[in-house]
């Protein structure tokens, strides 16, 4: 497997692309755009069926061939209600004014639906889930901009769970929409009135059908895909099956478990991109237990005990048992049945065939001690060592032996070693070879699929949840702006994983506000309506199109990543200078705290308590910090340059990809003149009075991102401060020679002569994954400056040292780390959460500055 390649598994294509322009060049953009532009042109003329399209599954899932497919007049939707299913309804909105939208949804006897309108989840059944005021698109408050003759997708997805017979009544799904002049309170909307047929299409336009085909062939095969570890679902059946451990003297069990969980002792191992091996080692009540999976098409578990014993360190196996639990995930329909002689788990998910599970050993009578496993579980015994389970295709109709089961899951894993090892040139334990390990085991183990995501998702941990009230844990997540996009970066440099990269960065990007920003956080349609958070999209967009060249993922989410650019002119620029200040716009009924106010604008800037921001300097009539943020400017000057770049790359017009990089040399230009300090020699934060504010984090270095820099400054801020021991601590030869232990590891978040730094505490001191990133993103612009150069490459081996150190000894990635040599301030563990993604951002950067995440062989896409 070459590094550079972008081979992966092929994705089905949309059936009404012609397949000769499915490559991604300028003919089949030119028909996409074509195509578009012809469909929502005949609605307005009146030349069009003016109808959207429904499938009825006979499954829970929307999966294969529907039963039903029909063309429906409008947007009211009645559904059967005889008999359980799943139903879509696809389309496009086409908008027939120059006014602003919101929706009303009227939902009748609908157990779960969902209504998304341009990728905003605009209504839904409550359960699964609850939405709190001020915090959602498409409300009479917060409604979406539409114009005239532009269409945008609509999508509806409907759960019926039924499974006994309704027939004189019928579930039922009306949409209807809200015409605006403005925003206005909910109680001041006017009625909402129906969807004239005239503004509907019956298909999605073909880029959405190209998103979507790439998604729904992610959403396939057993794997990890709730929040809780040891629980592995496969789908589209849904179908569960949960790997518990209960201790029979007390009557303790673990059920449900993540990284970082409290009541046990999670450690991973290695995580394959395509579910074909994972391993962790589970810790509970004194039993140490190796879990095994081979997951994908089929599925394999050995769970083995490695502490039975009596000596130190001992447990007795005999008082603990696997608790094996069937189920079905987000309340779809099926039915599992129990062999008589307990050996076997049938699963019958409605529609989508038979899966079978067969034991190593029969369930014993155990369970009846256990209450809190309840009656469907199998119980299977510790005292003669290992158990798991296989599915039939494997086993046969024999029960599998743990010894055939040990033996296929250690040969999955010398697969994944040797493809590791191939895409590496390195062993197993060479550091590049581990931080590659780390680094996917990032982002795999973090890998979800729920249903209000089209597809596949990386939360920054299992651990976090911003949705309101979830049904179940099935339903909680959440995603962060450029937590997110940094995963996205993450998975994209290898070709097994960068379809889940490309998954996970549509549903970012398209989390976007109705006012065109990013925000900080999404969930279920649940936003940070007020803000948003470091924009990279663009520039994490083109590093990935430099690399394989899809340029109908560029076509896709183009547009909403100059919207996010256009939304930071217009409300996030200070003046007078004309700089970008961070923000936090008034967002009535919304109850977090933070919105309008100076914290909420702390949380815009990612870095939640920089020491960069301490005192209190917002204006809660412009929504603005009054202070001029080099970090934010210079970034914005990246995302404009990398938006330019992908203009020319996708065959926009000359005309806007200069409007672009004049957009990008205008704020460069501001940053040139007037955030250089020369009394400090470096780029830094500066009030409108003409005051600099010394409080020196990395953000300074991202003033050569922006190529703000002279080279003689670039230098000096290479030398005086990055490799500096009294201030960013990387040494120059990248050995650490020099450093003291409470500023050993380097690049700390607030430089480390500042008074807040000896304390600590999250992004004053600690070392962070993405400042890492945006840091060598930043050298990377100045390679001609030889103290640059140097800076760079030392920062690459300290980062990278820092991340295996934690990796070898924890097997943690962490949010933050600490400083200090020995990590004496958090017991030698992570400062922050110990499994967050972006973590492995310390390792990443040393793989590219070796080549094993550079462009294709076609040459790099220059920044204009």
């Known amino acids: 497997l070459k590094p550079n390649s972008c081979d992966a598994r092929p994705v089905s294509q949309p059936s009404n692309h012609p397949p000769s322009l499915l490559p991604g060049g300028v003919t089949m953009r030119l028909w996409f755009r074509a195509v578009a532009i012809a469909a929502a042109a005949a609605v307005l003329l009146g030349g069009a069926h003016a109808e959207l399209t429904l499938s009825i599954y006979g499954n829970s899932a929307m999966h294969g061939e529907p039963e039903v497919q029909k063309d429906i007049p409008d947007l009211d939707v009645g559904l059967p209600l005889d008999r359980a299913y799943s139903a879509e309804v696809v389309g496009q909105l086409v908008y027939d004014a120059d006014s602003f939208f919101a929706f009303e949804c009227i939902f009748t006897r609908a157990q779960i639906a969902i209504v998304w309108v341009d990728d905003h989840l605009v209504c839904h059944t409550d359960p699964p889930f609850s939405t709190a005021v001020g915090t959602s698109d498409g409300t009479p408050m917060y409604p979406l901009r539409g114009a005239k003759g532009k269409a945008v997708p609509l999508v509806i997805h409907v759960y019926s769970n039924l499974t006994s017979a309704t027939h004189s009544q019928e579930l039922g799904v009306n949409v209807r929409w809200i015409h605006l002049a403005a925003s206005v309170p909910q109680a001041r909307a006017p009625a909402s009135e129906a969807v004239p047929a005239s ?12 998103r979507r085909a790439l998604q729904q062939s992610t959403k396939q095969g057993w794997n990890a895909w709730s929040y809780n570890l040891l629980n592995v679902v496969k789908l589209p059946e849904s179908c ?39 391993q962790f080692y589970l810790g509970f009540q004194g039993i140490n237990v190796s879990m095994s999976y081979s997951g994908g098409e089929h599925l394999t578990i050995l769970a083995e005990p490695v502490n039975c014993g009596r000596g130190p360190g001992g447990a007795n196996c005999s008082d603990f048992v ?17 062999a008589q002689d307990k050996s076997s788990i049938t699963y019958s998910p409605l529609g989508l065939g038979e899966v079978e599970l067969r034991l190593t050993h029969r369930s014993s009578n155990l369970s009846l001690r256990l209450a809190a496993v309840g009656a469907g579980a199998l119980v299977l015994p510790l005292d003669q060592g290992a158990v798991g389970l296989q599915d039939s295709v494997h ?39 581990a931080t590659k390990e780390a680094l996917q085991a990032a982002t795999m183990w973090n890998l979800i699929y729920t249903p209000t995501e089209y597809g596949p998702v990386f939360p920054v941990s299992r651990s976090w949840n911003f949705v309101e009230k979830p049904l179940s844990k099935d339903w909680q997540y959440v995603i962060f702006d450029w937590d997110n996009i940094f995963a996205s970066y993450m998975s994209s440099y290898d070709p097994t994983s960068k379809d889940f990269a490309y998954s996970n960065f549509i549903q970012v990007i398209r989390s976007r506000t109705a006012k065109g920003f990013v925000p900080n956080y999404a969930a279920a349609g649940k936003k940070s309506l007020d803000r948003t958070e470091p924009p990279i999209g663009a520039k994490v967009l083109l590093e ?19 919207g996010w650019s256009d939304w930071f002119l217009r409300e996030r620029i200070l003046q007078p200078s004309g700089l970008v200040a961070l923000g936090s716009d008034f967002i009535a009924g919304n109850t977090d705290g933070s919105t309008n106010h100076m914290q909420g604008a702390r949380f815009e800037s990612g870095l939640d308590n920089s020491p960069m921001y301490d005192g209190e300097f917002f204006d809660n009539q412009t929504h603005l910090m ?16 990398s938006l330019a770049a992908l203009a020319k790359a996708i065959g926009r017009p000359d005309a806007e990809a200069k409007r672009l990089s004049d957009r990008a040399e205008a704020m460069r230009r501001l940053i040139s003149e007037n955030l250089w300090d020369p009394v400090g020699e470096i780029f830094t934060n500066r009030f409108p009075n003409g005051t600099f504010y010394r409080r020196i984090s990395p953000t300074s270095f991202y003033s050569m991102l922006a190529e703000a820099a ?9 030398s005086q401060w990055l490799m500096s021991p009294k201030h960013f601590c990387i040494a120059p030869a990248g050995d650490f020679a020099g450093n003291s232990d409470s500023c050993y590891w380097g690049l700390p978040s607030i430089q480390a002569e500042d008074v807040a730094f000896p304390p600590l505490g999250y992004w004053r001191g600690y070392v962070w994954g993405p400042m890492a990133m945006l840091t060598y993103w930043s050298l990377q612009q100045y390679d001609h400056v030889a103290e640059v150069r140097q800076g760079r490459k030392a920062l690459c081996k300290q980062m990278n040292q820092l991340m295996l150190w934690q990796w070898r000894k924890n097997r943690h990635i962490c949010e933050n780390y600490s400083p200090h040599r020995t990590a004496d301030d958090h017991a030698g563990d992570c400062s922050g959460t110990k499994f967050y993604h972006w973590g492995a951002l310390t390792g990443m950067i040393s793989l590219l500055e070796q080549g094993l995440h550079g462009s294709s062989a076609d040459g790099d896409i220059v920044l204009v």
């Open 710 to 718: 002279t080279d003689e400054q670039a230098a000096s801020m290479a």
């Open 626 to 641: 009054g202070l001029y943020d080099v970090g934010m400017s210079s970034m914005f000057v990246q995302e404009a340059a």
């Open 544 to 562: 990935m199109y430099k690399k394989c060249k899809d340029a109908w993922l560029v076509e896709l989410l183009f547009d909403d990543l100059l």
């Open 240 to 278: 569960s099956v949960t790997i518990g451990l209960c201790e029979l003297s007390t009557g303790k069990c673990l059920l449900d478990t993540f990284i970082e969980d409290q009541n046990a002792k999670v450690r991973v191992g290695m995580f394959a991109t395509d579910f074909s091996y994972w």
């Open 199 to 210: 503004s509907l299409l019956p298909s999605l336009p073909p880029l959405e059908l190209r």
């Open 395 to 433: 086993s046969g109709q024999a029960p599998p032996s743990v010894d055939e089961l040990r033996s296929f899951v250690e040969d999955a894993r010398r697969r994944e070693i040797a493809r590791i090892g191939a895409f590496t040139g390195d062993v197993e334990g060479g550091d590049r070879f």
């Open 322 to 338: 696997v608790v094996v639990m069937p189920s079905y995930k987000w309340e779809r329909v099926g039915g599992v049945s129990i």
